[in-house]
């Protein structure tokens, strides 16, 4: 068996010229995982759409509605960043299938790897920084619904905090949030993650695998969850548009086998996502993504999940 992958071809829509979201990176990161071998084409998952009733588990139905409708108002719209669309409306929703689907796979495999995902800016009653419904969130209350599991652990190592994660489960013991992130960035207003680590600006390879090393060994001792969602965010590069943080793609690398390997070996599945990442050069940027989906299949091959 090899290390299962999800993707879909709706992860891709049309964006307006000039954008800054890169959207075509969905696209180019699958087709480079087959091209390098990465994955078969028997391991790739293809979610489905998700009803309407598992976006409420986590948003309001007023907010799901207006959004997959199109009747947000222009002020709400501007807080995404993303123009509306039926076709981006159904890509945002097939993103969300994904990342469930993705919880799915790694409960029965140990290990799975979405292509897209980690929306986590966005709020119950409204998306903010290119987020519109908060995958991470929803997938783990649907798990949690379906009796899958009770407690998870949200990793997110995205240069961005996860405010709108941290927010969805201030009050909720059985979700643990744990976000890394550069201090000085974007949100300006942070929110309380169960467990919040501002980084320093320039943070390097080694001074931030070795903060990371200080907390997860025992946050996973300590709280056991029953599965891990990992938000892999590549904005922590040193050549990020958005980033502020200086590592580099072995770093990236390092880091993703730091989380997978750590957790796998200790017995606890994990469902990735990719994240953030806003580089100019777009080849690079897939190359950076694709470290992720590179290290998981190292780990899988190496524990033989």
Request: charged content about 20%; some cysteine; glycine content about 6%.
């Amino acid at each position: 068996m090899n290390l299962p992958i999800v993707y879909h071809p709706q992860y891709v829509v049309p964006l307006p010229d000039g954008h800054r979201f890169p959207m075509e990176k969905f696209r180019l990161l699958y087709e480079l995982l087959l091209s390098d071998n990465i994955v078969k084409p028997e391991n790739i998952y293809i979610p489905d759409f998700p009803e309407s009733a598992l976006l409420e588990l986590v948003h309001t139905p007023d907010y799901v509605t207006a959004y997959c409708q199109g009747t947000l108002d222009n002020k709400a719209q501007r807080r995404i960043g993303l123009p509306w669309s039926e076709a981006f409306a159904k890509r945002t929703c097939i993103a969300v299938g994904g990342t469930i689907l993705t919880a799915k796979l790694a409960l029965k495999f140990g290990l799975a790897c979405n292509t897209a995902g980690g929306t986590h800016h966005a709020f119950p009653t409204y998306g903010s920084g290119f987020c519109i419904f908060n995958d991470l969130a929803i997938a783990a209350r649907v798990l949690q619904q379906l009796n899958l599991v009770k407690k998870v652990l949200i990793v997110d190592l995205d240069v961005h905090q996860g405010d709108g994660t941290a927010w969805i489960f201030k009050d909720d013991p059985n979700v643990f949030t744990f976000s890394m992130h550069c201090d000085v960035n974007f949100p300006a207003k942070k929110q309380q993650s169960d467990l919040d680590v501002p980084l320093p600006e320039g943070l390097d390879d080694d001074g931030y695998l070795q903060i990371l090393s200080q907390y997860l060994p025992d946050l996973l001792s300590q709280f056991k969850p029953d599965l891990v969602l990992y938000d892999a965010g590549v904005d922590t590069h040193v050549n990020d548009r958005l980033g502020k943080l200086s590592l580099t793609d072995t770093g990236i690398y390092r880091r993703e086998m730091q989380v997978l390997s750590i957790c796998v070996a200790a017995g606890y599945p994990v469902a990735s996502v990719i994240g953030g990442g806003y580089a100019k050069e777009i080849k690079s940027l897939v190359y950076r993504h694709s470290l992720l989906h590179r290290a998981a299949k190292d780990v899988y091959q190496f524990y033989r999940l």
